[in-house]
């Protein structure tokens, strides 16, 4: 009779042993079974790794994911429309790198349209250059994959000693490489390349504002990436506070959009040089209004204490320290650390330690009626040794024969911008003179 009910039960638990499924127990886990003992009479040998039986790879650690998405509606300021031949060109171009692109954007005159050009059009003879920038992941494999690709992209030197080499030039602050003056579907374009981390940690923190400081005025978003989206609403809303703290109670949407776009030029050494058109603030935003009014209203009437209806041009915001002080305390931290340490060298200012009352040290600073300068001051700290880094890189990353053709073009802007700058200068009075006063 035990022997026949042993036999029924034999099929059962044949069947539970290969079972799929996970038995569920209100109980508490068995543990473990325990590692194989090793005895030292063991005589197996270890396994000889070959191509044909490699070692299994490494596992690989999902603690810090990528973002993966953003809702729609996120960041919608930051996608501003441009004409489709424009965009169908810009994609095109983007399309035929076969290096792994995560975020890309172009910007400049042949995007948007700027004051002192004859014609917008970058296939047209005298058309301006199409500008990029290419965020990616690791730079060296980026432009192995693109030199090989892309030959004369580069220069000699920079093909003879490779990818490595391109990549370490590029991690010298602020952390770009520009491959200039190359033609692509029968334009002239221009791009830079830089990585996701360098991009995000400048769009934050305003480590160089190279970076942050283009993406301050318009650009097209061309490949989107959530995490670059996320750090640029951010990038645009410190802009903002820069800007409110540096004007006064009451002013146009045009001063407010020159104070931004300027925030990259001052303390530029290019600016200083017969290398850059010195009018090229104001030829931005007199044709880009209202791109910048897209990019930076449902930023601006998001604050406290700031007041723009849609329908109008002017604008109001509280003055006050207690107001101020919101907008001090929450700029990038380069920035913020300048400010911090310029008071922090002037005890004559009786500027009271934060560790005693941090809310009377940020009320105390904002009230201060030199802060407006030292901001601007420390804006121009920021920028100036980056500047001029990337200036020096260019004659490696263009190369001799490219340098001397860029630069000869820059001189002529220049000329063109310094010889129009008295009928500049008397249109911008004039419309300040139109403007509202504080």
């Known amino acids: 009779m035990i022997s026949r009910t042993h036999a029924r039960r034999i099929p059962t638990l044949v069947a539970r042993s290969l079972s799929t499924e996970t038995a569920t127990s209100s109980g508490p886990h068995p543990p473990p079974p325990p590692p194989p003992s090793q005895t030292k009479h063991s005589t197996a040998k270890p396994l000889t790794r070959t191509r044909l039986n490699p070692a299994p790879r490494p596992s690989v650690s999902h603690r810090h994911q990528v973002l993966a998405s953003l809702p729609p509606s996120f960041g919608r300021n930051q996608f501003l429309p441009v004409a489709d031949s424009t965009r169908a060109l810009l994609e095109s171009i983007v399309a035929k790198f076969e290096a792994p692109i995560r975020y890309a954007f172009a910007y400049g005159s042949g995007v948007f349209e700027q ?240 560790e005693a009352d941090e809310a009377v040290y940020w009320t105390k600073l904002a009230g201060d009626p030199a802060l407006p300068t030292v901001i601007e001051k420390e804006l121009h700290r920021i920028v100036r040794y980056p500047s001029a880094i990337q200036t020096l890189k260019g004659l490696v990353s263009a190369g001799p024969v490219k340098s001397v053709r860029y630069s000869a073009e820059k001189v002529a802007k220049w000329w063109k911008g310094s010889g129009s700058g008295s009928s500049t200068a008397s249109s911008s009075s004039s419309s300040s003179s139109s403007s509202p006063k504080p």
């Open 115 to 354: 004051d002192g050009y004859t014609t917008s059009n970058p296939a047209s003879k005298d058309g301006p250059m199409l500008d990029f920038m290419f965020a990616v992941t690791h730079a060296d494999h980026w432009h192995s994959i693109n030199m090989h690709q892309y030959p004369g992209h580069y220069p000699l030197g920079a093909r003879m000693l490779g990818s490595s080499f391109v990549a370490k030039v590029e991690d010298i602050p602020p952390g770009v490489w520009f491959n200039s003056m190359v033609q692509m579907n029968g334009v002239t374009i221009k791009y830079g390349v830089t990585t996701v981390d360098n991009l995000c940690s400048d769009l934050l923190n305003w480590k160089s504002l190279y970076l942050s400081g283009r993406m301050h005025k318009p650009i097209r978003i061309i490949k989107d990436d959530a995490r670059v989206r996320l750090t640029q609403q951010v990038n645009l809303t410190s802009a903002v506070r820069t800007a409110l703290l540096t004007l006064p109670d009451g002013f146009s949407e045009t001063e407010l959009f020159e104070r931004i776009a300027g925030f990259s030029y001052g303390g530029d050494v290019r600016m200083l040089l017969p290398a850059e058109n010195r009018g090229k603030v104001g030829n931005i935003v007199r044709k880009q209004a209202p791109q910048f009014k897209e990019l930076y209203h449902r930023l601006v009437v998001a604050l406290p204490g700031v007041h723009w209806p849609a329908h109008s041009s002017t604008i109001q915001q509280d003055t006050s320290p207690h107001a101020r002080a919101a907008h001090l305390r929450k700029l990038p931290s380069n920035l913020l650390k300048g400010v911090t340490g310029h008071y922090a060298s002037q005890p004559s200012l009786s500027i009271p330690p934060k």
